[in-house]
């Protein structure tokens, strides 16, 4: 099955400095990556889509300077955070999907991400 | 309006009993897909089932059923023979074949599984 990997899984960091995530799928080409945000008990919040070969899409409200995502090749979107603040601190999760009609989003695991 | 709207914020069922999760949805879009993901407590997000506007049948996998709807726009997901693993928040998401790569998500289900 299509796998997403989605990697550091959790990290701490310090207030100022900035943190990469990464999201690859392993056995399928992703033209288009999602990022979301989840906070506790709650759904899952679009922050942007992620374009192979071009900007990302960000939705409304999601700071692209602070938010910053590359989508380098077909497999691999980076998301970093910069100057990161203790109100950054939660769970990020990334998608993909072949580009199939009736294939679902397959997501990464998930990155928890606490700034001290 | 809410693409996806899910009801039930949280709910409980006994072991080995079934449950329905409820999920309607809003589009004008006549070719559109119905997506189902369990999320535990680790985080990760499941794929469950699928089921197209265009299928005739309910879709079912395993121990999950899709309650199929159309005309009240409704995709419940039914969970039969429940299991303590089973404990998770259940999300109910859409793509309209219109707004391509887009997948709308609702706010989930909070599913409490009771020895």
């Known amino acids: 099955g299509a796998v997403v990997s989605q990697h550091p899984s959790w990290v701490i960091c310090k207030s100022g400095t900035s943190v990469k995530i990464e999201c690859r799928s392993l056995d399928f080409q992703a033209t288009t990556m999602f990022w979301y945000r989840q906070f506790p008990k709650q759904s899952l919040m679009l922050m942007a889509t992620s374009n192979e070969g071009s900007k990302a899409t960000y939705e409304q409200g999601v700071e692209k300077d602070k938010f910053l995502i590359n989508h380098a090749s077909l497999t691999l979107s980076t998301l970093t955070v910069t100057s990161a603040h203790p109100e950054d601190s939660s769970f990020y999760i990334c998608?993909?999907?072949?580009?199939?009609?009736?294939?679902?989003?397959?997501f990464g695991n998930g990155t928890r991400l606490t700034v001290t | 309006a809410q693409k996806i709207t899910q009801t039930q914020p949280g709910m409980f069922v006994q072991e080995k009993e079934a449950v329905t999760l409820d999920c309607t949805y809003d589009?004008?879009?006549?070719?559109?897909?119905l997506f189902w993901y369990k999320q535990p407590s680790s985080g990760e997000m499941i794929f469950l089932i699928y089921?197209?506007?265009?299928?005739?049948q309910n879709a079912t996998e395993g121990r999950y059923s899709l309650n199929f709807q159309k005309a009240r726009k409704s995709a419940n997901l039914v969970i039969s023979a429940s299991q303590l693993g089973d404990s998770a928040m259940y999300f109910c998401?859409?793509?309209?074949?219109?707004?391509?790569?887009?997948?709308?998500f609702g706010t989930g289900t909070s599913l409490t599984v009771i020895p």
């Open positions: 089921q197209g506007s265009y299928d005739q």
């Open positions: 998401a859409m793509r309209e074949g219109r707004s391509g790569n887009q997948f709308y």
């Open positions: 998608s993909a999907y072949p580009d199939r009609g009736n294939s679902p989003l397959h």
């Open positions: 589009t004008s879009d006549p070719s559109y897909g």
